[in-house]
């Protein structure tokens, strides 16, 4: 049997009252993130480029697939598409950075029209 105790457990980090120390918690209290998907149907490779993209600029990222496409290494189809979210209130400038960074599609023949 397992002694579950701090002495045994080095990550249990307890003070003497029993109380989690400082190194544990984190701030932020009750404050709550809503999460927005800006790109959606796309290949999980794709999806974390665009995640990478985005945390070297400092705005955090989140790629969503169906687990078991994940588990399957699915990168087709419903289960095989990924998703990538941003905190809402960095939607707008991930936009940005994304148009800067990636040539969308359809591009190249608009600017050879004008």
Do not use: C, Y
Request: glycine share 10%; charged share 25%; aromatic share 2%.
């Amino acid at each position: 049997m397992i002694d579950a105790t701090a002495n045994n457990l080095p990550w249990l980090h307890r003070n003497r009252e029993g109380e989690a120390t400082d190194d544990e918690t984190t701030p932020g209290g009750e404050e709550t993130t809503k999460w927005v998907v800006i790109r959606t149907n796309i290949s999980p490779g794709e999806a974390v480029v665009i995640r990478g993209r985005l945390e070297s600029e400092g705005i955090p990222a989140v790629v969503q697939q169906e687990a078991v496409g994940s588990v399957l290494g699915l990168t087709v189809g419903p289960l095989g598409s990924a998703k990538v979210l941003v905190p809402e209130s960095l939607a707008e400038k991930a936009l940005e950075i994304l148009a800067e960074t990636f040539e969308v599609e359809g591009d190249d023949e608009e600017a050879a029209e004008a």
